[in-house]
């Protein structure tokens, strides 16, 4: 099994709607990020969390919330979907000793319609 | 000025060729210099990891950096088909303690047979 899974793989959706996007792992990683991933614009980080109590707001979070539920699972939210915000959507982790070294999932591809 | 240049690409290459990519930053706290490589449709995964000036290799993968051109490189000899993706460089301004890694866009390299 792989070592960072995210669910969904694509999604497609309405503008205004409330979506979720979950990333789970069995790395065992306390630090855990949200990348989003557009042609042209590389890989931005939207949020990450060094533990279940210390989330941190990366370069463009705004209109994101995340939730890190168990050291395993971290969660990103769309409160309110528009359509800049289709994009390819990366979950990865890092061990503490180690944050440049960081395991990515296989993304969420998302579209808002 | 970004804080890190990569050319997009597309690059084409036959099969055996020696294959340099590149990247040019800004920022001079940079001491941790990474290459992902992402194949199509999958998440980034950590290539090569140098830290501060030299050179590294692995394999047929030979990483450099030149701190005082603000300049990282990565050669690869005798490409592959199995080459075939998108390389993205990173880099941070410390290890362990620093979370953030600061992407290039990615260049997409496709190796012919």
């Known amino acids: 099994d792989a070592d960072v899974t995210q669910t969904p793989r694509n999604r497609i959706t309405k503008t205004g709607k409330r979506i979720m996007l979950e990333c789970s792992q069995t790395k065992g990683h306390d630090r855990m990020y949200w990348y989003r991933q557009d042609p042209g614009l590389g890989l931005r980080l939207i949020y990450y969390s060094f533990d279940v109590k210390d989330i941190n707001k990366g370069e463009i979070s705004d209109g994101y919330s995340v939730s890190r539920q168990a050291q395993a699972k971290f969660s990103l939210s769309l409160e309110s979907a528009i359509p800049n915000q289709t994009a390819l959507y990366f979950c990865?982790?890092?061990?503490?000793?180690?944050?440049?070294?960081?395991?990515f999932g296989p993304g969420t591809r998302l579209t808002v319609l | 000025q970004k804080e890190v240049e990569q050319d997009p690409g597309p690059l084409s290459v036959p099969e055996g060729a020696i294959v340099s990519l590149n990247c040019t930053y800004s920022?001079?706290?940079?001491?941790?210099f990474m290459w992902y490589r992402q194949y199509s449709r999958k998440g980034p995964e950590l290539l090569m990891y140098t830290y501060s000036s030299g050179n590294k290799e692995d394999g047929r993968f030979t990483a450099q950096v030149d701190k005082s051109s603000k300049y990282i490189s990565l050669f690869i000899r005798d490409s592959q088909p199995s080459d075939s993706a998108t390389y993205l460089c990173?880099?941070?301004?410390?290890?362990?303690?620093?979370?953030?890694?600061?992407f290039g866009k990615g260049t997409l390299l496709t190796v012919n047979p």
């Open positions: 990865a982790t890092s061990d503490m000793g180690s944050t440049d070294t960081q395991y």
């Open positions: 920022n001079s706290a940079f001491q941790y």
């Open positions: 990173a880099m941070s301004g410390s290890g362990g303690s620093n979370y953030k890694l600061t």
